[in-house]
């Protein structure tokens, strides 16, 4: 099973972009619980920036709480990562998969934030 994520860009420094995330083969997102958000800046280990339950709860790291909010459509069978005040400190290639992991990641989306 393989998450894809897209809709990165370049935006300015408060701007803000919403990513989301399909499964690249047939199956149902809903089946995923939970579906994190993970990503990865040059010369950075790739780290859980947040994750959403399928009821619908989150968590978030605490430097993206209040700016970034993960969401799920089921009848769409896709998560959205709505991220929002970006900071040149969140440049980084996005990529969702489960919580954990599963060993095939997706090719991710490259988001960069211009100061």
């Known amino acids: 099973v393989q998450l894809q994520a897209s809709g990165g860009g370049l935006v300015q420094a408060g701007g803000s972009l919403r990513l989301s995330c399909t499964i690249a083969?047939?199956?149902?997102?809903?089946?995923?619980?939970?579906v994190g958000w993970y990503r990865q800046a040059p010369g950075n280990n790739r780290e859980l920036v947040a994750e959403?339950?399928?009821?619908?709860?989150?968590q978030y790291k605490e430097s993206v709480k209040g700016r970034f909010t993960a969401s799920r459509d089921n009848a769409k069978n896709t998560v959205y990562l709505e991220m929002n005040d970006l900071k040149p400190e969140d440049t980084a290639v996005y990529y969702c998969?489960?919580?954990?992991?599963?060993?095939?990641w997706g090719q991710g989306t490259q988001v960069t934030v211009s100061s």
């Open positions: 998969n489960a919580k954990p992991p599963f060993s095939s």
């Open positions: 083969a047939s199956g149902l997102i809903f089946s995923i619980d939970p």
């Open positions: 959403i339950r399928a009821g619908g709860s989150t």
